[in-house]
């Protein structure tokens, strides 16, 4: 099994979703809340992330199973990725 630290410190690439040309515009108010919420969502990410990261070293340490710890963790990370990709496409789109 592998080991914490090289599962955390693999890089995950995460490609965001092609953005639709033919959508209507939305207004800047909208897309200020979508933003709030996805900056929400990034800062609640980081928090899930480092309660998983010291679940599963603790079951590692202890020589418990982590594997589905450390499953649970790639997924939160993943997750973290998207909600930055969404938060940095509403910035732009804000022009900030």
Request: glycine letters at 4%; proline letters at 6%; hydrophobic letters at 40%.
């Amino acid at each position: 099994m592998r080991s914490l630290d090289s599962i955390a410190s693999s890089p995950i690439s995460i490609t965001p979703p092609p953005r639709c040309v033919s959508s209507p515009p939305i207004n800047r108010n909208t897309l200020e809340q979508r933003l709030a919420h996805a900056e929400g969502y990034v800062a609640m990410s980081k928090q899930h992330i480092a309660s998983q990261r010291a679940f599963a070293a603790g079951l590692l340490r202890d020589g418990h199973d982590a594997s589905q710890a450390l499953a649970l963790l790639l997924r939160f990370e993943e997750l973290q990725q998207l909600h930055i990709a969404d938060r940095d496409r509403l910035r732009e789109e804000l022009g900030r």
